[in-house]
Each structure stands twice: as structure tokens, then as C-alpha cells.
């Protein structure tokens, strides 16, 4: 088992993280399915494409990863979790950067095979990236609901900076067409604000990131595109 040495959070899992879990609190996580903190996978059949799943959990809030679970939320197990532990353990400690602290171990189900338990901790150290031997380019990612995505240029600025003190901004009139843009529209984006405003793209990624990091706004990530609403 490995275990790291970051405080655990308050979360809907709080009581499972103080302890490892058994199997019947493993059917009750898998009975409410996939969300911002649980993954299932079958197998470790392509270890490369599972770690981002971990990276993004240490990226956003923490989570558990079970292997042997389907999407469908059935309870299979593996045959040979060892196995498939070492490969995955090699493959985060080889592609993910930097360290993120988590525990892994085992829970033995009736039919004799074993679910595969990743419990990684949100981190202190964000953000954390995969970077692949066929990719030149460490990729930053987030979970968002049940999904893992890419995350932005701007989210990894605000995952960089997030726990900075002193933080602060200028309310001038690009501050103030933009809140009143959010308020009135409901949300902004990076490509509308510079459009609106007839600023520079850079300059609105700054102002965004700011507003974020003063918690004025929230960002929302997305596939292509974040969105930006007032917090």
C-alpha cells in the first residue's frame, strides 16, 4: 500500500477516507455512479490513458478510482490486481509530474477476484500533469462532474496561483463591463470578453484569472472552452 501525507478534506467521502474501504462501502459508492470524485475502469489495459484520471483528481478535489467496476456500475473485479497495480504504479510514477499523494490496496470480493482502490488526495502542489513519451507537451488535467477534461491555459494559471496570498485587482473600466457583462448574460467567456471589451486576448486572460483567484468570479471548465460566472 502506498500512502501519502496530505491532510484529508471535509467531503461527501469523509468517512470512507478515514478508513480503507470494505466491500459494502464499495457497493454503496458504485450504486450512485460516476461523479467529480469516483472513476470506474474495467481493467488497466492501457495504463497511460488511466493516469490522467488520478491526475485530475489531485488536480480538483481528490477522488477514488476503481478498477474492476464497469460504467454500468456492475462489480466484476480482476483476476490478477496485482498485476494490474504495478502496471498502473509504474506508469503514474514514469508519465505523472509532479508527485501526488495517494493510497492504493485491494478489497477481495465473494467470487475471488479483487477491485483495484485508488484513493488520491486533492493536492497542495497543483497543478499536476501527464506527460506521455510520444507527447512533447505535459497535459494539465481537471475533473469536472463525471468527466475528465484538458484543462485551459487559464485554469493551470488559477490552479497555480490559487492558494497565493496577496492576491488583488484594479476596479477599472474593463472590471466593470465585465461584471456588468456577467451580471446582465449570466456568464462571459474568454473569446467574448476580449470581443466586447475590443481588448487583447492576453489581457483577458489576465483579467479573468484575477477575478478567479479574488473569488469575484468561478470558472467552469469545458471541453473547448471555460466559462466564466460571478461566484
Given amino acids: 500500500m502506498r500512502i501519502g501525507s496530505e491532510i484529508l478534506l471535509d467531503s461527501p467521502y469523509h468517512e470512507e477516507e478515514e478508513n480503507l474501504l470494505d466491500l459494502r462501502n464499495l457497493r454503496n459508492l458504485v450504486r450512485h455512479g460516476e461523479g467529480i470524485r469516483l472513476e470506474f475502469k474495467m481493467k488497466v489495459k492501457f ?16 477522488g ?66 501527464v506527460q506521455l513519451a510520444t507527447d512533447p507537451h505535459p497535459i494539465c488535467y481537471v475533473r469536472v462532474k463525471d468527466r475528465t477534461i ?26 466593470r463591463f465585465l461584471l456588468d457583462y456577467v451580471r446582465h448574460h449570466g456568464q462571459i ?3 467574448e470578453l476580449a470581443q466586447q471589451a475590443q481588448i487583447p486576448m492576453w489581457l483577458a486572460s489576465r483579467k479573468l484569472v484575477l477575478l478567479v483567484l479574488t473569488r469575484v468570479l468561478k470558472i467552469e471548465p469545458g471541453e473547448s472552452v471555460d466559462t466564466y460566472r460571478l461566484n
Fill in 189 to 191: 467567456t474568454l473569446a
Fill in 47 to 62: 495504463p497511460e490513458k488511466i493516469i490522467k484520471e488520478l491526475v485530475a483528481f489531485a488536480n480538483t478535489e481528490g
Fill in 150 to 175: 484538458q484543462a485551459s491555459k487559464e485554469m493551470k494559471q488559477i490552479l497555480r496561483r490559487q492558494n497565493d496570498d496577496g492576491i488583488s485587482f484594479a476596479y477599472g473600466d474593463i472590471e
Fill in 64 to 129: 477514488h478510482l476503481f478498477v474492476g467496476v464497469s460504467d454500468a456500475g456492475v462489480i466484476e473485479g480482476v483476476k490478477f490486481a496485482e498485476e494490474e497495480q504495478f502496471l498502473l504504479e509504474r506508469a503514474i510514477e514514469k508519465y505523472c509530474f509532479p508527485v501526488f499523494t495517494y493510497r492504493a490496496y485491494r478489497i477481495r470480493l465473494d467470487n475471488g477476484r479483487e477491485v483495484l482502490v485508488y484513493q488520491v488526495y486533492e493536492s497542495v502542489d497543483k497543478p499536476h500533469f
